[in-house]
């Protein structure tokens, strides 16, 4: 029988394995995380579109879609519970009430960051910002046009990506980055002329093919020699080809042709004009399939219970966001599916505001990164539910909704959005100027490690 003194261990080597014992506990996080993303992902693909709608600034979740009440709330609020845990304010989204049965709100999202532009850039791209990589990194609607690009069909000639309105958001539009300028947004300002983005007379468009002809033939050389086969002249040549393909194109005009009845419909406004497009836009099906829209104005750091604050930004966004879920879900496809059903909506913003009493001397809330909440709808999410649940005032998550024993953050968001378009967001790419691999979701997050996973209960 062996001496059990041959089984005792050194101090030395005790103080080793306890060492070996405490790193493999503490970098746990980072084995799971490698070992969940070397498996291959099931993507749901449940939808064919995307369409975001931005909250600019931040809105105040707790005046809004996770109604807090206290002394602060104005009694035009006209909060009521429209059923157990669902507390409304009337006042300010009568439409959107009736369309909750289409929609989930998602009470558990958290941010990493509460400083504009980063928050902003976090939300476009999934990726925190990283100022050596910041022009490298694609955002989210690249890369859903990226990996849509091969299902294009001969006939489509819109966009894969579009954007409207991003005009005073402080990261800017996020673009392709790495990735070809193809799979860049196609930016629309609705406050313009929107019959410049179709030539409808047949004479002009005649004169307009006959001069493209002709730029063709003069630039040749820098369109086919091998030698200028920079990235920058790939992309400038793709900017030009979508945008002749978009003018000639007979199905674009009515795109952008919107009737007074459907302007005062949707509220008269230019987010109610970028709802309106977002919809034609899907209704088309012509090679779009996704539109980031931004509302401006929710950064309500003063007077926020002001007709000039919360509630003009309220009764723009109750009409336009209501009767495009509306018109989404009663237009149909000649298989008898609805446009809803194949486009998933979200609208958020990229933070939450302070809770509970407002500021005192400026009289508004400042911006809030451990709460805020979010509307999904359609492409196949089950309405009429609330996931996730805040405490009293609204200042943390108590509980997340899903099976992750974290809150929500647009990683997840994101991964949802590549699992409803079918794409496999555990991908990575190699060979970016940078050297460092790409991936659609970084195992890294901003402060921590996470599992980024899909918002599973949205979808019942």
């Known amino acids: ?12 080597e005790m103080f080793r394995v306890g060492a070996t014992s405490v790193g493999a506990y503490t970098f746990s996080p980072l084995l799971q995380t490698q070992a969940r993303a ?35 709330t104005p009694p035009d609020f006209d909060v009521r519970e429209l059923q157990p845990g669902l507390k409304w304010p009337m006042g300010l989204f009568p439409q959107l009430a009736k369309q909750l049965p289409r ?28 100022p050596a990589l910041h022009k490298e990194i694609p955002s989210v609607g690249s890369v859903v046009a990226m990996e849509w690009q091969q299902r294009r069909r001969p006939t489509d000639s819109l966009p894969s990506y579009v954007a409207l309105n991003v005009t005073q958001n402080q990261a800017g539009l996020l673009k392709s980055g790495f990735l070809p300028a193809l799979h860049s947004p196609f930016h629309i300002q609705t406050q313009t002329s929107l019959s410049a983005y179709a030539v409808e007379n047949a004479d002009e468009k005649a004169e307009f093919q006959r001069r493209w002809a002709l730029l063709k033939d003069f630039d040749a050389r820098l369109r086919n020699d091998s030698s200028l086969q920079a990235k920058a002249y790939r992309d400038y040549n793709d900017h030009y080809e979508s945008a002749v393909r978009l003018l000639v194109d007979p199905r674009t005009a009515p795109l952008f042709r919107l009737t007074a009845e459907e302007k005062t419909r949707y509220g008269s ?35 926020i219970y002001q007709r000039k604050n919360i509630y003009k930004q309220c009764a723009e966004l109750d009409p336009a966001l209501s009767n495009l879920l509306e018109d989404l879900a009663t237009r149909k496809r000649p298989d008898g599916h609805s446009l809803l059903e194949e486009t998933l909506v979200i609208s958020a913003g990229e933070f939450g505001r302070t809770p509970g009493v407002i500021t005192t001397g400026l009289k508004g809330r400042d911006h809030y990164q451990y709460a805020f909440s979010g509307l999904f709808a359609g492409g196949g999410v089950k309405g009429g539910q609330i996931i996730g649940k805040t405490n009293e005032d609204g200042s943390k998550v108590i509980d997340a909704g899903w099976g992750a024993k974290r809150s929500i953050y647009m990683e997840d968001i994101a991964t949802t959005i590549y699992s409803a378009m079918g794409i496999d967001w555990r991908k990575k790419i190699t060979g970016t100027p940078s050297g460092r691999d790409f991936y659609y979701i970084e195992p890294f997050a901003a402060q921590k490690m996470i599992v980024s996973r899909e918002i599973e209960p949205l979808f019942g």
């Open 1 to 12: 029988m062996p001496n059990l003194l041959d089984n005792f261990l050194t101090r030395r």
């Open 38 to 72: 070397a498996q291959p992902s099931k993507p749901r693909n449940s939808a064919r579109f995307v369409i975001w709608v931005m909250l600019d600034g931040g809105a105040s979740h707790l005046d809004t879609w996770d109604l807090k009440q206290g002394p602060w």
């Open 103 to 130: 929609a989930a709100l998602v009470r558990s999202l958290e941010a990493w960051d509460s400083v504009h532009g980063r928050a902003q850039y976090y939300v476009q791209s999934a990726h925190s910002l990283n």
């Open 269 to 303: 406004t230019p987010l109610g004009d970028a709802c309106l497009i977002a919809r034609n836009l899907v209704e088309a099906d012509s090679g779009t399939h996704f539109i980031f829209l931004q509302h401006n104005g929710w950064d309500h750091h003063s007077d």
